[in-house]
T-cell receptor, first 114, second 113 residues
């Protein structure tokens, strides 16, 4: 069975500092995709970044990068130069290519302070 | 205009009532999904549809039904609402190429009294 684990219920970071949000996954599939979504207090789900299991390079999107360590089955999100607007819930999710279903972790609440 | 819209955005209802949540998309995607999010938890898949004639159960389909009226429309029904169905409900769409990123609607907050 597929599973996503986010072990950090909450994280604090000072503005302009970098922060890493942890995500580990469990799957027996060879092909899969890993996603990070942001959910601000307003409730919407905002796509941040994607990493395919066969991608050799770590994904980057602006201030977001994904530290993908396939052997350890981890896909940590790194946010550089944190901003107050980054305060939100962050969800890691996995999709197996043969099912297209997303499995979500329980999320990490990030709070950025001045 | 938003690509994925959900109506209503908020709904309060009573136990035993039938409720329909609607989702429309203008992205031209074939694949649509319904998720629920309980407080403090991630999203769980209720139903998904790969095209108009293809409907599949997700992890937590009991107590729910769906209808795919057209490529652009996917409705979720609670035939007889119960309090533990109080949650935030999301509709999402994806295409079948590339990363298959799912695009989410704004969510419907449902409260069952």
């Amino acid at each position: 069975a597929q599973k996503i684990t986010q072990t950090q219920p909450g994280m604090f970071v000072q503005e302009k500092e970098a922060v890493t949000l942890d995500c580990t996954y469990d799957t027996s599939d060879q092909s899969y995709g890993l996603f990070w979504y942001k959910q601000p207090s307003s409730g919407e789900m905002i796509f941040l970044i994607y990493q395919g299991s066969y991608d050799e390079q770590n994904a980057t999107e602006g201030r977001y990068s994904l530290n993908f360590q396939k052997a350890r089955k981890s896909a940590n999100l790194v946010i550089s130069a944190s901003q107050l607007g980054d305060s939100a819930m962050y969800f890691c999710a996995m999709r197996a290519y043969n099912t297209d279903k997303l499995i979500f972790g329980t999320g990490t609440r990030l709070q950025v302070f001045p | 205009d938003a690509d994925v819209t959900q109506t209503p955005r908020n709904r309060i209802t009573k136990t035993g009532k039938r409720i329909m949540l609607e989702c429309s998309q203008t992205k031209g995607h074939d694949r649509m999904y319904w998720y629920r999010q309980d407080p403090g938890l991630g999203l769980q898949l209720i139903y998904y549809s790969f095209d108009v004639k293809d409907i599949n159960k997700g992890e937590i389909s009991d107590g729910y039904s769906v209808s795919r009226q057209a490529q652009a429309k996917f409705s979720l029904s609670l035939e007889s609402a119960i309090p533990n169905q109080t949650a935030l409900y999301f509709c999402a769409t994806s295409d079948n190429e590339g990363s298959n990123e799912q695009f989410f609607g704004p969510g419907t907050r449902l409260t069952v009294l």
